[in-house]
Structures are given as C-alpha cells and as structure tokens.
C-alpha cells in the first residue's frame, strides 16, 4: 500500500526562530526518563542513616555540605523541566509532611525506570499509567491495612511509640544522636502544648501541633551534648543599653525606631547664636524624656525594638532603668509577642495596659563565648520554646537543625494521624510483596505495570542496604524470600523485617523492626506514595517537549574557574 503522508513543506515553521520541540519516544519521554534517574542517583545515595553528604556550593557561591534532599534539590538548580516536576513534587512533601522528600525522588524515578523497558517493548504510556494506577490503589489500601500497623500515637505523654518514631526521623540525618536530638525535641514540645494534651488520647481533641512554636538557636563552640532547651526565646545578641537583668519584666514591643519622630518633607532651621541651638536640642530632649517617662509610668521596664535605638533613647533609657533589646527579624518579634502577651506597636508612646507583655527573667547569659539575651518564662505555659544547639562548625550546626526540623514536623504529622508503620523498608518490601501476588491474578497487559510497581517500591530497602556497604543482592534475595510464604503473601512475623545498617554481613543484614524500634509515620509514607506516583503519572502522559527560547538580559555570574584554590 503507497505511503500517504503528506511531507511538510520546507519552509514551514510553527514556532518563532530558537524554540526547542522535541516529540516522540526517543526524544521527550526517554529523555524525561533519564532526567528524573540522573536526578534520583544523585540524592538515592543520601538516603538512611548511613547517606552520604553532599558538597554544593551554589550561586551565590555559598557551601552546604548536607544528606538532606529537600536542600539538596533547593540549592542545585535543576533546569530540566521534567527533572523539575520532580523538585516541586518533593517540596509539597516537605510542606505537607515536613520529611520524606528523599523518598518521593527516589521512588518516582524508579516508577519511570522501571517503565522505560516497558516502552521499549511497545507497550502505549496510556496502558502503563493505568496499570501503575491500579497498583498505586492498592497500595494505599495496603498502606493502611491493620496487618502493616507498628503501632499508635495518641499523645504528648511518654510512650514507647512516640519515642521510637521521634529517633528514627532525626536517626536519619544525625545518625548515633537520634535519643540525646529526640530527647531535645520532646522537651521542647511539651513545655508548649497545653496540659491536657500530656495525657492519652489527646490528639482526639487537641489542635494539631504548630511547628513555630519550636525555634532552634544555634552557638558555635562546645559539642552536641551541651544542646539544651530554654522556655522562652533566645538571641544571640546582647542588650543594647547597661540594664543586663530584669525580673518579672514587662514588656513593650516596637517595631518603629527608638529615636526623634522626623518630617515626612525636608525643612530648614536657622538658628542664630549659641542661646538658640540649646534650646533647640533641649526641646528634643525634653520630648523624648516625657515620652519614656510615660513607659515608665505604665511600668515597662523592657523596650523591644525591630529597629534601631537613638543614642539620646538609650541614654533616658539607662538612666531609668528599662533594658533596651534589638530583635532585626520580624518573625522574631511576632514570636516574642507570643511569647510574653505583648502586642507590637508602631509608634513610639505611652502602651496601653493590654498592650504590655509579662516575662520572668529577662537576662544576659554567656552561652560558650557568645552572649545571649534570654526572655525566659519559668511559671505556667509559655508559647515558643528554643532549642539552643552547640556544635563545633557551622555545618555541623546547619545539619543538627535540619534533622530537629523534621523531628518536629514529625510531631506535627503525628499530632494529625498517630499511625506508625514498620521502617528500615519494612513498609515497601511487604507491599511490594503483595503487589506481586496482584500482578499474577490481573489478566491482560495491566499485569506487567503493576508488576513494575511492586518493583519499583523495592528500591528503598536496596539503596538502604548499598548505603550501609551491605552485599546487596544477597540482602534483599533473603528479604524477599522471608516475606513470601508458601501461599504467596507476607506472614504476620515477617512482616516488619528490614534492613539492619549495622551489620555489613549478609546472615545479620535483616532486622526485626518491632523489636529494634524502627517506624515511621503513616502519613509521611502515604504523602510519598501520592506525590511520587502522581508526578511519575504526569512525565509518563508527555509525548511533546516545546521550550521557549530565553528572555534576553545579562548572563549570570559564572563560577570562579580557580575555586578550590588557597
């Protein structure tokens, strides 16, 4: 039969000069495909407790040396637009869950890997998205099911439960200081929450946790184990004035400058002898005196600026006795208003009384060789806790507030949905298992999707075990053969076996992980599965690639070539 096709004519164009199309198999969605694995090979190896650090140095040629993916991502840049599917993917899992960013690109490359053959074989995108979104059903059913239940977390108190889970978020970024950083994190939580919420069963009526109530201070100098938590807010900058000490202060805040009101147009003053230039500046000193004469009749005795502090302020100031305090940050300032009650003024003038905000001590303390000034809150609730680190560099230090960050946003999660799930890839090796069992019962070519699926999930217990120098096939040969029994499906006792990143012999690789401790949070696995799915869904359905050309403008900066020189 004779060829139909019309060819195009020669100097046909749809698109302006310097637009990129590109369309097909080869061109668009294998090339997605293996954008996403080059991105995914970059952060799998930073996965578990035993994950390599990344050294970026960014832009703006500043150095993050670091095994967290969602800074990873942040600060690399990615251009590739199906790469950058990705990297929006698992920044809604950092908002949504506060962890697991890693996961979501790791398993959606896998998804993407794992189809490409697939593809190859001739079998249409449409037919693999539709098999991966049975697989994907069935494995939130799975997910969800009391067979894969580690447990429960229904308060503040202490339990088992909640430590277990606490350790193993921060284990995985501070490997060794997950108890002393988990300690820290429980501290710091339950001088915020309400009394009522220490109690069982309390996530049933309690609000869920709000992560600003926890802000981490970090101080050069000491080791880890001279962290401590401090009720109250921490800065690491010393008072403005002489007064280093107030008790039962109250507290004004301002987030104007402590200094003369000036014009909003420009004037001229002509003054002609000496008589009338100090009178002219006795009257500007006589106006800012009645002025901090009325905080000081309203009792303040702690100013709190967002700006800065005139000298003649700070003089009146000293001379009556009101400490001066500089807090630049504005979230700072709102922080602090929670803290002590007060509410933030914008002009400078007599507070009125509901405007005054009450604190126990306000002081000086040396932390190391740093001075801080501490606004602390000894009786009743306070409203902000601080966790001050201590560590010897400062990357040391970025890195420990990084894992105290996904500690709490993991008491967040679990304030929402207390469920816990078996870790270390328990989770996905015994999903992966049933999902196996699925592929075999699906007739048609669904059956080599969901098949796929199950295959991809095992990529978290396999990048577990090469992280930890583990042989791997070996590792997961016998994990795999404990989750199958001989009817095909995960047993009750092998259900929570996962990978041991202790041990680096093949017999002591698996680990009982009810035993060990090992969870995770329900929601932050399900959120991963969502997010990973969805965005390998999406790259999968794009057949056609058009990129503008880009807007003019200067070039960046490029990088110095002689960096890495003395």
């Not at 098999?131 to 099911?145: D, P, R």
């Not at 507030?401 to 709490?408: L, Q, S, T, W, Y």
């Not at 207390?418 to 699925?438: N, Q």
Request: charged share 25%; hydrophobic share 40%; net charge negative.
């Amino acid at each position: 039969m004779p060829n139909l096709r019309i060819p195009k004519a020669p100097g046909s164009q749809l698109f302006k000069e310097g637009y990129k199309h590109l369309q097909g198999l080869e061109e668009a969605i294998l090339r997605n495909i293996d954008a996403v694995n080059e991105l995914a090979s970059t952060v799998r190896t930073s996965l578990g407790p035993n994950g390599r650090n990344k050294l970026i140095v960014n832009h703006l040629e500043r150095l993050f040396v670091t095994s967290d993916a969602a800074t990873i991502t942040r600060e690399m840049e990615v251009v590739h637009p199906a790469a950058n599917l990705v990297v929006m993917a698992s920044q809604s899992q950092e908002k949504e869950a506060g962890d697991g960013t890693n996961l979501v690109i790791m398993i959606a490359g896998e998804l993407l890997n794992r189809a490409e053959p697939l593809l190859k074989m001739g079998i249409h995108p449409s037919e693999i998205v539709a098999g991966y979104e049975i697989a994907h059903k069935e494995a939130l059913k799975m997910l969800e099911a009391e067979s894969l239940s580690a447990g429960v977390v229904n308060g503040y108190h202490e339990s088992p439960e909640l430590m277990n889970a606490m350790v193993t978020a921060v284990g995985s970024k501070q490997y060794g200081y997950g108890p002393l950083l988990a300690e820290l994190i429980l501290e710091a939580v339950r001088t915020v929450v309400r009394k009522d919420a220490l109690q069982k069963d309390a996530f049933k009526t309690a609000p869920p946790f709000n992560v600003d109530s926890i802000r981490v201070v970090k101080i050069l100098g000491g080791s880890i184990h001279d962290s401590r938590v401090v009720r109250g807010m921490v800065f690491p900058r010393e008072p403005e004035g002489t007064v280093k000490s107030i008790a039962s202060a109250k507290v004004a805040v301002f987030t104007c400058p402590l200094d003369v009101a000036s014009t909003e147009t420009k004037g001229t003053v002509l003054l002609h002898n000496a008589k009338e230039m100090m009178s002219f500046s006795k009257d500007e000193e006589k106006f800012i005196e009645s002025v901090l004469e009325g905080l000081q009749d309203a009792g303040v005795n702690v100013v709190v600026t967002g700006s800065t502090v005139h000298d003649l302020v700070l003089h009146f100031l000293n001379r009556m006795g009101i400490m001066a305090v500089k807090v630049l940050s504005k979230f700072d300032l709102r922080r602090l208003c929670k803290v002590t009650g007060a509410v933030a003024m914008t002009r400078l003038g007599r507070p009125l009384p509901e405007e005054v905000g009450q604190c126990d001590f306000v002081e000086v303390v040396e932390i190391g060789s740093d001075r801080c000034t501490v606004f602390r809150q000894e009786a009743g609730k306070t409203q902000t806790s601080t966790i001050v680190i201590r560590g010897g560099t400062q990357n040391f230090c970025d890195d420990l507030e990084r894992a105290v960050d996904d500690g709490v946003n993991t008491m967040k999660a679990l304030s929402k949905d207390g469920r816990l799930v078996p870790g270390a890839g328990a989770t996905e090796m015994a999903i992966s298992t049933m999902l196996h069992k699925k592929a075999e019962q699906t007739p048609g070519l669904y059956q080599y999707s969901i098949k796929a699926y199950a295959e991809a999930l095992e990529i978290v217990p396999r990048t577990l075990s090469e992280n930890a120098g583990q042989s791997t096939i070996e590792v997961i040969s016998n994990l795999g053969a404990s989750y199958t029994s001989l009817a095909g499906l995960p047993t009750g006792k092998t259900r929570r076996l996962g990978i041991n990143v202790d041990e680096s012999s093949t017999i002591e690789a698996l680990v009982d992980t009810a035993q060990a401790g090992i969870v995770d949070t329900l929601a932050t696995k399900s959120w991963a599965l969502k997010h990973a799915a969805e965005t390998a869904f999406t790259i999968l359905r794009v057949d056609e690639i058009i990129m503008a050309k880009r807007a003019g403008g200067p070039k960046p900066r490029g990088q110095n070539p002689n960096w890495d020189e003395d």
